[in-house]
């Protein structure tokens, strides 16, 4: 059972700022900073309060004045199902506005520890800056600050949390020659009584190079498949530019197709209109982009020239081909025009090969 000093001491315990900072570790000490979660999560207090009411509890039970269930008492079981009953994100009463004071101040300490073991960065730079190891002046400490926001992605936000004249206000020996260790000392006795940056912050600056690093990876890889997909263009435009160029050269000995381009012939009775120069024109008009289609898209291959296969050729004329007043009629001029190799390039934009250089005379 507790004392009549012990019971007058927990009546007049303050939850308060003096009280949060009386159950904080040396920041040495405090690996994990479990005192701070502590405090973070409104673990601590809620605790005092268990265990104040588990005593209570425990001396109604020694003095008889409540009854138990005829099972043997648990502490730890009852102290357990208190704090999971006053947790506070379960349940709100008087206490919240205490608890979310408690928090915030485990945020600022939070906030003041991890700025505090940086100091390696802070050391590296200083000596990076310092090389003949004499100190640093006023303005270079200030680019020292300077390069710490911008290292860390802060975006001035570290920079504005320090008066102006921060730099200035190091005690030293000499303000042009500011030792590492007199500049540390002020800055962590600074640290600790100022509210600089939250951990949030440092956690919004890593978001930001994260995101900007993805965005970049993204642009690398968009910026490669471009690439991909321009190369794989190109061998598509030579592949059909090969076969185009294999297309004419077949025409060109081919006999009907040899009537129509030198001798003044159309295609129409009485010459044949089934064969191989049906098969080589239809072909030549698949280079161009017009096909025959099935009913579901796909491409027909047919060696007659019916009234679909004169279709086809009419709007390959009408867009492509040389001026007429009868579009359906293959003939000289329409031939060739099928088989220009220039039109035909520029349609599908086709670069024109490059130039070989001339050969060396010996």
């Excluded at 991890?114 to 002046?137: A, C, T, V, Y």
């Excluded at 260790?181 to 919004?204: K, M, P």
Aim: glycine share 4%; net charge negative.
């Amino acid at each position: 059972m507790p004392s009549q000093a012990q019971e007058q001491a927990f009546r007049e315990l303050k939850l308060n700022d003096k009280f949060f900072l009386s159950l904080l570790l040396p920041m040495e000490e405090a690996e994990g900073d479990f005192d701070v979660y502590l405090m973070e999560n409104a673990v601590m207090p809620v605790l005092l309060q268990g265990l104040d009411a588990l005593t209570r509890h425990v001396d109604k039970i020694a003095t008889g004045k409540t009854l138990g269930d005829g099972r043997r008492f648990n502490p730890v079981t009852w102290l357990a199902q208190y704090l999971l009953r006053n947790h506070p994100m379960h349940s709100t009463d008087h206490r919240a506005g205490m608890y979310k004071h408690l928090q915030e101040l485990a945020s600022v300490e939070r906030g003041r520890r991890n700025l505090l073991r940086r100091l390696p960065e802070f050391e590296n730079i200083w000596h990076l800056m310092s090389q003949d190891g004499q100190g640093l002046d006023t303005p270079h400490i200030t680019q020292l600050l300077e390069k710490l926001d911008t290292s860390w992605n802060l975006e001035g936000e570290f920079i504005r949390s320090l008066p102006s004249s921060f730099a200035a206000q190091v005690p030293c020996v000499d303000p042009e020659k500011v030792t590492f260790n007199e500049f540390w000392i002020f800055f962590e006795e600074y640290v600790s009584q100022h509210d600089l940056l939250r951990t949030s912050v440092f956690e919004a600056a890593e978001q930001r190079r994260l995101q900007a690093e993805a965005e970049a990876q993204l642009a690398l890889e968009l910026q490669a498949q471009k690439e991909a997909n321009l190369i794989e263009e190109q061998r598509q435009q030579r592949l059909l530019q090969a076969q185009f160029e294999t297309l004419c050269a077949d025409a060109y000995i081919n006999g009907e197709l040899s009537q129509i381009m030198s001798k003044g012939a159309v295609l129409q009775h009485p010459m044949d209109l089934k064969g191989e120069h049906i098969v080589l024109l239809l072909q030549l008009l698949r280079a161009w982009g017009f096909s025959l289609l099935d009913d579901q898209g796909n491409h027909l291959d047919q060696d007659e020239w019916d009234d679909r296969a004169k279709s086809l050729f009419t709007q390959w004329r009408m867009q492509h081909g040389p001026t007429t007043n009868f579009p359906g009629v293959v003939d000289s001029d329409a031939v060739k025009a099928l088989m220009d190799k220039e039109s035909f390039e520029a349609h599908h934009q086709i670069p024109p090969a490059p130039e070989e250089p001339p050969e060396e005379e010996l």
